[in-house]
């Protein structure tokens, strides 16, 4: 769910677009092996990502990508 109406509008509009916990920590694994200069994913104890963070130059300005996930259910 987007935190604003237009977040929200655009997961409404194209779900397609959402990326999956799965889709995050492949990201994280690619720019481990890119040698990007951060690619972290925390846990919490039950093993879902709680934050992912990837910089691939830690100079250089609009490249982070960071993640907070605060709201975990699994689909049945």
């Known amino acids: 769910m987007g ?3 237009p977040a929200r509008r655009t997961v409404e509009e194209n ?3 959402v990326p999956t916990l ?3 920590l492949a990201d994280v694994q690619k720019a481990r092996a890119g040698q990007a200069d951060v690619a972290r994913a925390v ?3 039950d093993g879902h990502p709680t934050e992912i963070h990837i ?5 250089a300005i609009d490249d982070e990508a960071d993640y907070l996930i605060t709201e975990y259910r ?3």
């Open 74 to 76: 699994e689909l049945p």
């Open 55 to 59: 910089d691939w130059l830690a100079n």
């Open 22 to 24: 799965g889709s995050l």
């Open 3 to 5: 935190l604003d109406e």
């Open 15 to 17: 779900p397609q677009d």
């Open 43 to 45: 846990f919490a104890a």
